[in-house]
């Protein structure tokens, strides 16, 4: 049974999302059931590693149920991405007390991506290599630029998660524009340059929310 910092980020996700997404939580400091297909890409992994590997998959297969899809393997492909069964598209979350799963039937779904960070200001010297010159522009005018800065990160994670299944493409954090509403709890990323399936200047919109000591940025582009 997920522990309290689970449920907690399980419910502030769950309003970023609506019906056609399945959305689950695990614990990994619980035992928790994956594969072996699956499991292999961790063998020699460390612990905490494993146990965060194995409880993404849980919640993969639990979200998989919200969904009313088949409990079905999630391995993890040549290029360390999960390798989504057939028909589907999915993400998944994770940080040292909670994991986070959500799938969706692709001809519903076209992108979908969830990323969660702790609550935590970004760190000063990570702020230039995450955050354009732009970003960090509109940073400077705020009381709490670091916490803002870990929403632009956690944003930008969100978005590759989503445009990776399509593109195929590793993309830096350069090539993403975000802007926030922190108030509206909600956000832009704009290519700032082109990769397979999405020109310069195409935007993504997505949802955030902050809480429970968790930041939260997901995206779910219909088909």
């Not at 928790?32 to 919640?59: H, I, L, S, T, W």
Request: glycine share 10%; charged share 25%; net charge negative.
């Amino acid at each position: 049974m997920p522990g309290p910092e689970a449920t907690a980020a399980l419910m502030l996700a769950a309003p970023l999302f609506d019906g056609r997404v399945g959305l689950a939580s695990a614990d990994p400091r619980e035992p928790c059931d994956a594969y072996p297909e699956e499991m292999a890409a961790v063998k020699g992994a460390v612990e905490k590693r494993r146990r965060e590997f194995a409880a993404g998959r849980m919640a993969v297969r639990l979200a998989l149920r919200e969904l009313g899809a088949p409990a079905l393997a999630v391995p993890m492909g040549p290029d360390r991405a999960p390798v989504w069964p057939a028909g589907l598209v999915g993400s998944i979350t994770h940080c040292d007390v909670a994991c986070l799963a959500v799938t969706a039937w692709e001809g519903e779904i076209a992108l979908l991506g969830l990323d969660m960070e702790r609550d935590t200001p970004l760190e000063n010297d990570l702020v230039p290599e995450i955050c354009t010159e732009q970003e960090r522009a509109w940073l400077a005018a705020l009381e709490a630029p670091g916490q803002a800065a870990k929403v632009i990160f956690s944003a930008k994670e969100a978005v590759y998660k989503a445009q990776y299944p399509r593109s195929r493409t590793l993309i830096g954090f350069d090539a993403l524009h975000v802007v926030p509403d922190l108030v509206g709890g909600q956000f832009t990323a704009e290519f700032r340059e082109g990769v397979p399936g999405f020109a310069a200047g195409r935007r993504i919109a997505g949802k955030l929310a902050i809480g429970h000591g968790f930041i939260l940025t997901a995206v779910a582009e219909p088909a």
